[in-house]
Structures are given as C-alpha cells and as structure tokens.
C-alpha cells in the first residue's frame, strides 16, 4: 500500500498543469522546441512584458558599481528604488546608473507606516520617475517590518482608483492577497519571511494557496537568502522573485545575483515540467518484468 | 523662513520651488526628483511659479538605493 503526503494544492498541480501555458510534454527531438519555449517563458504585469522573472532590490548594495555588475548578473529588468531626502553629499546618481544599465524603475514606499503616507510618497515617486508602478509597502511593526494589513488596504484602494499600477508587498495570508487582487492590485508580493531576515519561505503552503486563489502575477517578496528559496518560490508557483539583501549583502553579490538567476530560471522549470508526487514508500524505476532467477542464495 | 528636508533654511517665502532647487545644485529637468511642499505633491510644471508661504515645510526627494 502506497500512500501520499501531497498536499491537496499539491496532487491538482501535479495532476494536471496549473495552465494551458505551462503544458509543454517533453519527449525526444521536442526537448529543444520545449526548451526554446521556456527561454521565451515571459511575465506580464499590467501590460508590460518582462523576459525576467527576477527583480532586484538596489538596498544595501555597497556601492554603485557593484550594483550595475548584479544587475548584468541578474539579467533582471525591473528594480526597486526608494525615495528619499536629497543629500548634498551623496556621490554618483543612481539614477544615472539604472539608465545606463536599461532597467524599468519600480518605485516602493518603503518606511512608510500609514496609508496616508504612502499614498503620498506613491504620488510623489510618480512625479520623480514618471511611472505609474508602485511596489507598495506600508509597515505595521519596526521589529518585523511586517506589513499592516488594513493601512495596506485602504493604500492600495486610493491608488488604485488614481491610477497606479500597484504591487503590494504583503503578508503570505491568502484572504488579505485575494482582497489585494480583488481591489484592483496588478500582482501580489507576499513574504516568504521578515525583510532581510534570509529565512526562507516559512510557509510554503500559505504561498501554494495564494497562487490558486489569485489570478494575477504572485512575486515572492522578503526572506529569500539563497538561491534554493528563489527555486522553491518558483516550483510552488509564484511568477516571479525579488531578491534584494540576499544578494546586495551576499559576500559575494555579482555572483549571487548569477545564482539566484539560474534558480529562479530552475524553479519555473520544474514548476511547468511538474514534479512528481511525493510518497512515503518507495516507487521502483526499473521494471520487475525480466528479472532473472538466480537461484537458492 | 522656511523648513527645508527637516532643517531650518535661510530661504525666504516667496521664493520658487525652481529656486531651491537650485540652490541644492539640481538641474530642473532632473529625474527622479519630486517635491512636497506641507504634505502635498507640487507637480514639475508649476516648480517654476510656485512661491513658497512663510514657515512652509519643503521636502526635496529623490531616488535612493531600497527594497
């Protein structure tokens, strides 16, 4: 007797692909269309169309040029940036560097604890930038950075109605995602764990759920360390992550930006390949059918 | 008086938001620049024609590294 430990989200994913899009059978000489397929494997968040599905934090990057160096590594084309006092003092643009390196802005509210105040820094990141996206955050508790749900809401609710595309950063609770979609929000960003804390996904099924119960692009926010948890983001559905302290604080940060590329491509692989369901015995791989008689031992 | 990004400042009301800016060294055409003035957005188009009131509490924003 043969028993499984899936997950109900687990046995629909692995019964059937999560869309027609991700149903590509490999077999033979189709492993090179598949694969020319899946490197063509694009994201659309509100029209825009990203080849991507990493997207950088430029925080805690040590200096300018090691952040242009990450993003080449990265191959990412959207980043976050933060809007702050101007300081007289402060050398090179990083504006400039953004430009040059051909990346789309995506404006947060970082530090904000009110809606209030991040509807406001969201209108003045669009006078700043000139975009309408805005990766909203607005923070319920200065020891866990963890988001406050009702602010978040009545936020995302005001920007919506004006306008904005917004990507709210938010807890991993699949009821306050589902209301963030249902107001109108252009994906959903919830956490694996605390911002910066590099502790993973802590509750992979929360992530699981919120996949089926939204229909717009789910990006795994805060908490991804290393390149695994960008992978396991992938492989338990979500379109996309954004790294930022895993690789900006990483001791080396070019070369993690190239890991946590080649994990989230990893992750979106065996995600649409779909994986096997997991068992608590064993599933023999080689047939019994042939197998010789050998005698008395 | 004015207060400017947190500090007292020299500059006086009546001043442009285009004026102060200048003083900070940023060109007017600069992106990702944006300007509150007591709480509220004032739009790139009217930094030229904006005069600031007595006491006004100016924020000079700009793009920092974050999230």
Redesign the interface.
């Known amino acids: 007797m043969r028993e499984t430990i899936d997950t109900p989200a687990d046995a629909a994913r692995n019964g059937a692909p999560a869309s027609p899009a991700d149903a590509s059978p490999v077999s033979g000489a189709a492993a090179a269309a598949a694969a020319a397929a899946a490197a063509a494997d694009e994201l659309t968040i509100a029209g825009r169309t990203l080849r991507s599905r990493l997207l950088l934090g430029t925080g805690g990057f040590p200096s300018l040029a090691l952040l242009a160096d990450a993003i080449a590594a990265s191959g990412c084309e959207l980043v976050t940036v933060a809007l702050r006092r101007v300081d007289p003092a402060a050398r090179g643009s990083l504006i400039d560097v953004l430009t040059d390196a051909g990346v789309e802005l995506l404006p947060n509210t970082a530090g904000c604890h009110t809606a209030r105040d991040a509807v406001l820094t969201a209108r003045l990141a669009r006078e700043a930038f000139a975009t309408d996206w805005i990766k909203l955050e607005v923070i319920g508790d200065e020891d866990t950075l963890l988001p406050d749900a009702p602010e978040l809401l009545r936020a995302a609710e005001e920007l919506v109605d004006d306008g904005f595309v917004v990507l709210p950063y938010t807890t991993d609770d699949p009821v306050l995602a589902r209301r963030l979609a249902d107001i109108g929000c252009a994906a959903v960003m919830p956490l694996g764990s605390p911002i910066g804390s590099g502790m993973g996904i802590r509750n992979p099924y929360n992530i699981a759920l919120i996949r089926e119960r939204v229909s717009v692009p789910v990006v795994l926010d805060a908490g991804v360390g290393t390149a695994s948890d960008a992978a396991l983001a992938m492989e338990l559905g979500c379109d996309a992550v954004l790294a930022a302290s895993a690789i900006s604080r990483a001791q080396d940060p070019v070369r993690m930006a190239a890991a946590m590329r080649a994990a989230v491509h990893a992750g979106r692989l065996a995600r649409t390949a779909g994986r096997i369901p997991r068992r608590l015995y064993a599933t023999a791989s080689t047939p019994d059918e042939g197998l010789p008689d050998l005698g008395p031992g | 008086m004015i207060v400017l990004?947190?500090q007292q400042s020299d500059v006086r009301a009546g001043e442009t938001v285009s004026a102060i800016l200048g003083r900070?060294?940023?060109p007017l055409d600069a992106?990702?620049?944006?300007?509150?003035v007591d709480?509220?957005?004032v739009?790139?188009a009217q930094w030229g024609s904006y005069a600031l009131a007595e006491h006004a509490r100016v924020?000079?924003?700009?793009?920092?590294?974050?999230?």
């Open positions: 990004n947190g900070l060294d940023l992106r990702g620049v944006a300007v509150a709480g509220e957005v739009p790139r924020e000079v924003l700009t793009a920092m590294q974050g999230g």
